[in-house]
């Protein structure tokens, strides 16, 4: 197995592993090992897995679960079927991190390209470690103290006649939910931003304008290509990514049949354990 830097600050194309074979104990400890460090993994060119051999393989690395918002073309509630030709407005076309309304948002997202554009279609992702970094320590000091609201209700509005979830009502109900704008990693101590354009209302304690303007800084501060990268999809190609500490976004810029398999991490391992490997 080989894993080589996608760039200085976030992303790595890991190579010489079949994920569609059995990962013995070595390979899940080097997977997740890159994954706190590297925040998103890219294994290309990878056989297409069904949706039984997808769920395995992302047992394999944590706990899954059903995502909040299942797609009409899902048959199996743990994986997501993205099956799109217009996907403007559908919900991923903005930096964000899946699911931040929940009080315990999931910690992964494993997804895998099973049809892609004919052009376009790319998905970006950003380091919210690199973007804390990248501020100066008078507004770090000013942040640490500060909360943000989150909330299902805006990506409600704007996906509602969008025709591609099915929204169960204890999602639709979901209450806000507060998180600290500034948030540590559990496994590797770094500090990074909380906050996405997707499910974030305001800034506890602040007024409207004061919240409107913070929050307008930081989402132009995380669109900085220093702690970008961006994936062209080929079929068959996985991405493997840390759901806390980096926002991705899948670029809208395609009319043709997109077709992708998505299955949500509730946790991660912290390291491979005895019979954590994969056995078909």
Not at 261 to 277: E, Y
Request: charged fraction near 25%; include cysteine.
């Amino acid at each position: 197995m080989k894993i080589a830097k996608l760039s200085k600050q976030v992303g790595a194309e890991v190579t010489g592993v079949d994920l569609a074979r059995e990962l013995v104990n070595t390979d899940v400890a080097a997977i997740l090992s890159a994954f706190n460090e590297h925040g998103v993994l890219i294994f290309a060119g990878q056989r297409k897995l069904s949706a039984k051999e997808h769920l395995h393989l992302a047992r394999s690395f944590g706990e899954t679960e059903p995502d909040d918002f299942q797609t009409l073309k899902s048959e199996n509630p743990e994986v997501m079927v993205l099956d799109q030709i217009n996907p403007k407005g559908q919900g991923a076309d903005r930096w964000h991190a899946d699911n931040t309304y929940r009080e315990e948002p999931p910690q992964a997202i494993m997804i895998q390209a099973h049809q892609t554009a004919a052009e376009g279609g790319d998905t970006c992702f950003a380091s919210m470690a690199a973007a804390w970094d990248l501020l100066s320590p008078p507004l770090q000091r000013m942040l640490k103290g500060l909360k943000a609201v989150h909330s299902v209700g805006p990506l409600l509005e704007r996906t509602r006649d969008s025709g591609l979830y099915e929204l169960p009502e204890m999602v639709v109900n979901s209450p806000p939910m507060s998180h600290h704008v500034v948030a540590k990693h559990p496994v590797t101590g770094r500090k990074y931003l909380n906050v996405n354009s997707q499910w974030v209302t305001h800034i506890e304690g602040l007024e409207e304008a004061e919240s409107n303007a913070l929050l307008d800084f930081l989402y132009e501060h995380i669109k900085s290509p220093e702690v970008q990268i961006r994936h062209r999809w080929r079929e068959g190609d996985i991405a493997f990514w840390d759901n806390r500490s980096l926002l991705h976004y899948a670029v809208a810029d395609y009319d043709t049949r997109r077709v992708m398999q998505r299955i949500v991490l509730a946790k991660v391992r912290q390291s491979a354990t005895a019979g954590s490997g994969i056995k078909r």
